[in-house]
Nanobody, 115 residues
């Protein structure tokens, strides 16, 4: 069983930055991919950013150029650096990992962008 613990969410003003962290209970180097998703009230969960074991990344169009996903295999942690935050980025952000046979989710961390 893989456990994921997210941190780094909070309240930030428009234009500000936050860095989310997702620490895994097992080595992440064996994961097929890791990613961040978000879900705003009344909306479906959507992919924000994803990074594969080989380091390939993909981003939602709405965050390209503002968000950066990265991973630190030594710390078993994946990060999401979020810059130039907008009110529409407000959501619960979830960490996800994919193995070749399963998918696991964190508990989510709230990000609120508001003045």
């Amino acid at each position: 069983q893989v456990q994921l613990v997210e941190s780094g969410g909070g309240l930030v003003q428009p234009g500000g930055s936050l860095r989310l962290s997702c620490a895994a209970s097992v080595t992440i180097s064996s994961f097929y991919a890791m990613g961040w998703y978000r879900q705003a009230p009344g909306k479906i969960r959507e992919l924000v950013a994803r990074i594969t074991g080989g380091g390939s990344t993909n981003y939602a169009d709405s965050v390209k150029g503002r968000f950066t996903i990265s991973r630190d295999n030594a710390k078993n942690t994946v990060y999401l650096q979020m810059n130039s935050l907008k009110p529409e980025d407000t959501a619960v952000y979830y960490c996800n990992v994919e193995t070749y046979i399963n998918s696991y989710w964190g508990q989510g961390t709230q990000v609120t962008v508001s003045s």
